[in-house]
């Protein structure tokens, strides 16, 4: 803006110098005529420093320093208080303060008082030194009106630039505050959905990984023999693959959920997509002495996020195995009606109260205990009724304190989608 301002002013002093020329010659004064010529040439030497030598400060110092002499020579030179000069003290003094730093104010305002009270003094005590170059009232009127009118555009020009530059600040602060918005609105929900990915890891890796845990404490306990040792070997082997195949898909998925990559479809059938979760499962609810049956009523092909279906599965069966005391059952049943997953986990475990099953879907939901002290996060539930909305799905649940639940899922198999045709 400093250097719009500097150069908009020299480019208007130099045609406003040429005017005067024209005038000075008209009225006879070929004194100040010359004297303009003369500030012509050093205007075209700051606009060449500014304009082609980028030298901005070199030429606005320059130009800053000179100018007040220069305005004592005309003032003594053009008729004194008579003159005009005195109008153009007010301009120069604003177009230095639009440009400068603050903290240059002081310096600028006291050179240009001491100039003017310095002139004052002279043109008002001593007259004499001023010749008179005016011939007429006609030519004070001239000179005077043509100034005062220049140096009123000036003021005016130098004073829309300034209210110009604020608007465009102001609407860039604004531009630049919605942005703000916007990225502190885009981070939150990035960081919300990484306390999610997170949760979900730990939730769903947590029972599988406890279950080796158990395992191999048993094995390394030396109260089994050698037949029972190798046969849980080969168990905990096959669970801990199953486990790593497990975190390898949620892992992927969580990278996919970052980077909020769509389109992660897959067409297979359910049964060849729950089977390894489901001997996780089974180890998990063997641990607690509860037996868990899975009935394919249906197999169904289905095409949707494998990976979102997943999660659902495994936080609402390992949820029904927590609330499960040692000795019940959990029965998860896999059926199909007009093009639409049917899924329903019940349990005879310890049932919802009425007050907390009001809520049960919420994400501010407090964690409970399982039958085992088995300590949750409290979003599990929560992110299963988000994925099912995110398959165009419903989770309803049913439930009676001291009897058991019931999670039913209903979502479309996608199998009939335009993509596939």
């Known amino acids: 803006m400093e250097v719009q301002i500097f150069n908009a002013t020299l480019i208007i002093v130099f045609f406003f110098n040429l005017f005067l020329m024209s005038l000075n010659i008209y009225i006879g004064n070929y004194l100040l005529f010359g004297f303009c010529v ?12 500014l ?22 020579y005309n003032f003594v ?32 305002t006291v050179l240009n008082v001491v100039f003017f009270t310095v002139l004052y003094y002279i043109g008002l005590y001593h007259e004499n030194w001023i010749p008179l170059n005016y011939g007429n009232n006609e030519e004070i009127f001239t000179d005077q009106s043509l100034t005062y009118t220049a140096c009123i555009i000036g003021i005016s020009l130098v004073a829309a630039s300034l209210k110009r530059f604020y608007e465009v600040q102001k609407n860039r602060v604004k531009r630049q505050k919605l942005e703000l918005i916007k990225l ?89 997509l729950f089977e390894d979760t489901v001997e996780i ?39 029904a195995i927590k609330f499960t005391p040692t000795g019940g059952l959990v029965t998860v049943n896999i059926n199909s009606s007009e093009e639409q997953l049917v899924l329903e986990i019940s349990d005879n475990g310890i049932g919802i109260s009425p007050d907390r099953l009001k809520n049960i879907f919420e994400q501010d939901i407090k964690s409970t205990y399982g039958t085992d002290q088995e300590k949750g996060t409290g979003m599990g539930l929560h992110l299963c009724f988000q994925s ?28 009939n989608k335009p993509s596939l045709v």
């Open 184 to 272: 502190n609105r885009s981070l939150k929900q990035t960081s919300d959905k990484k306390d999610r990915i997170i949760t979900i890891i730990s939730h769903d890796l947590k029972n599988p990984l406890q279950s080796i845990i158990q395992t191999l404490e048993l094995i390394n306990s030396g109260d089994l023999t050698e037949e029972e040792a190798k046969f849980l070997r080969e168990e905990l082997l096959k669970t801990t693959n199953r486990t790593y195949q497990m975190m390898e898909n949620i892992l992927e998925w969580s990278s996919f959920e970052i980077k909020n990559v769509a389109g992660r479809e897959k067409k297979m059938q359910v049964k060849a």
């Open 388 to 415: 099912a909305h995110k398959l165009n799905g419903q989770l309803n649940v049913k439930s009676t304190e001291g009897v058991g639940s019931s999670f039913k899922l209903v979502i479309p198999t996608g199998i």
């Open 281 to 319: 499962l089974k180890v998990i609810s063997k641990q607690k002495r509860i037996q868990l049956q899975v009935n394919y009523l249906e197999n169904p092909m289905v095409y949707i996020e494998t990976d979102r279906l997943l999660l659902i599965f495994r936080n609402l069966v390992q949820n």
């Open 38 to 49: 003369f500030i012509s040439i050093i205007i075209a030497g700051y606009l060449y420093l």
């Open 77 to 108: 030179h053009n008729d004194g208080i008579n003159g005009p000069t005195f109008y153009v003290f007010l301009l120069i003094h604003l177009i230095i303060l639009s440009i400068v730093k603050s903290k240059y104010y002081l310096f600028w």
């Open 51 to 72: 304009r082609v030598k980028k030298a901005y400060k070199t030429a606005f110092y320059t130009a800053s320093l000179t100018i007040y002499p220069l305005l004592a």
